[in-house]
C-alpha cells in the first residue's frame, strides 16, 4: 500500500510542477487542501492580495491547463496513479466517495490531504470523473465511463427515488429488479454518493429513517428487535448495541434498560424480557393478560388453555399463571379446572 502511496505522491507533485508561477501553484494546493485545510476564494485571495473573483479566475485557468497537459501525456507521473484509482473503483462498483477510496488505496485511515490529491488528480484526469460535495452528494469518484458529473448524480438521484416511493428500506436485490447495473454492486457505490440515503444490516433507506440510520438509543434497540426478529433481554440487547455497526455504541445497560421502560415500543413480557408492541404484544400484568383472554374468548377457559394463550404473549413460569388465577376479586372458579371473569353484575 505504500508504494501506492509513493505513486499517487509522484502523480501529485508532477502535475503541480506543470504549473509554473509559484503564486498560481499555492492557488491550487489551497483550493483543494494538498498541505492542509481546504481554503475559500476570500482566504486565498487575502493571502494573496488579489480579489476574489481573480482567485477564481487563475483556479480556473490553471485546471484547464491541466486538463490539457494530462490529456497530451506530458504528466507521465499520472498515468501510474490513474491505473491504480481505476483498478480500485471497479473493485468496488466504478465509483466511491472519496473517504472510502483513499482508505482503500492506502490500506488504512487516510488523512484530508492525502483523500484531497486524490480529488485533485481525479478532477484532472480524462479518466476520471469528479463528483463535488454539496448538500445532497458526498464527495466522490468515479471511473469516466460511468458517465460525467450530472449523470452520475441523476443514478444516484434514480435510486433515492426508488427508495422514496417504496416508502421503506430495501435490500440490493430488490433495488436491482428496478435498475439496470452489471452487478448489484454498482447500486450499492452509487447510492452511497447520496447524503440523503443510509445503509444497516444489508437495508437500503432514507438517512432519516430510523432503521437505517438509528441516532438514539430506542432506535438502535428497535433495529436490534427487529433484526433478531424476537424477545430479548435488556442484557443481550445491551450486548448486540455493542457488538453492532451503529456509529454511536457506548451506552450504558442501565440508559438501554431506562429506554426499554420509557418507550410504549417496547413490550416486557418476563423478567429482563422485551418484545416489540408491532410483533401482536400488549402491556400489562399476567392479570391483565388472562382478564384478555378471557373476554376475547367470552366463555369459561380451563387452566390448561389459560397457561398456552399467557405463554404466547408472556415469557413466565406456570406457576406464576396459576397464582394470577387465585385473585377471587378477577376471577371465579367455574368447576373444578375452569375460570370465568367475576361478574361486575350486582
Keep these: 500500500m505504500e508504494q501506492n502511496a509513493d505513486i499517487i505522491a509522484r502523480a501529485i507533485n508532477g502535475s503541480l510542477q506543470i504549473i509554473e508561477q509559484d503564486r498560481e501553484r499555492q492557488i491550487v494546493e489551497k483550493r483543494f487542501g494538498l498541505k492542509g485545510q481546504k481554503e475559500t476564494l476570500e482566504q486565498i485571495g487575502e493571502t494573496l492580495s488579489v480579489t476574489r473573483e481573480r482567485v477564481r479566475q487563475l483556479e480556473k485557468v490553471i485546471l484547464v491547463r491541466l486538463r490539457v497537459a494530462a490529456r497530451e501525456g506530458k504528466i507521465p507521473e499520472l498515468a501510474q496513479a490513474e491505473k491504480i484509482i481505476i483498478r480500485n473503483l471497479a473493485e468496488i462498483g466504478r465509483v466511491a466517495r472519496v473517504n472510502s477510496l483513499a482508505d482503500k488505496i492506502y490500506g488504512r485511515s487516510t488523512t484530508n490531504p492525502e483523500k484531497a490529491g486524490l480529488t485533485f488528480l481525479g478532477d484532472i484526469s480524462s479518466a476520471l470523473t469528479v463528483v463535488s460535495e454539496n448538500d445532497k452528494y458526498n464527495s466522490a469518484i468515479a471511473i469516466s465511463d460511468a458517465g460525467d458529473e450530472k449523470q452520475i448524480r441523476a443514478k444516484v438521484d434514480e435510486i433515492v427515488s426508488i427508495i422514496k416511493s417504496n416508502k421503506a428500506p430495501m435490500t440490493l436485490d430488490e433495488l436491482d429488479m428496478k435498475l439496470s447495473y452489471e452487478h ?44 433478531k426478529k424476537q424477545p430479548m433481554h435488556f442484557n443481550d440487547i445491551a450486548t448486540a448495541i455493542a457488538e453492532s455497526n451503529f456509529k454511536r455504541k457506548n451506552v450504558t445497560t ?24 408491532t410483533w401482536g404484544y400488549k402491556k400489562g400484568t399476567v392479570s391483565d393478560i388472562i382478564i ?3 373476554k376475547s374468548y367470552d366463555r369459561p377457559l380451563s387452566r390448561e388453555e389459560i397457561v398456552a394463550e399467557v405463554l404466547k404473549s408472556r415469557k413466565v413460569k406456570e406457576t406464576t399463571i396459576l397464582l394470577n388465577l387465585q385473585n377471587k376479586k378477577l376471577f371465579e372458579r367455574v368447576d373444578k379446572n375452569s375460570y370465568r371473569l367475576v361478574s361486575t353484575k350486582n
Excluded: C, M
Excluded at 442501565?254 to 408492541?277: C, W
Design 292 to 294: 384478555g383472554i378471557l
Design 254 to 277: 442501565q440508559a438501554i434498560h431506562n429506554e426499554l421502560i420509557k418507550d410504549p415500543r417496547f413490550v416486557l413480557i418476563g423478567r429482563g424480557i422485551y418484545a416489540l408492541d
Design 184 to 227: 448489484p454492486s454498482q447500486i450499492s457505490a452509487t447510492a452511497s454518493v447520496s447524503k440523503l440515503l443510509s445503509t444497516l444490516n444489508g437495508l437500503w433507506g432514507l438517512s432519516k429513517w430510523p432503521t437505517v440510520n438509528p441516532k438514539n438509543i430506542r432506535d438502535k434497540i428497535y433495529v436490534i428487535l427487529e433484526t
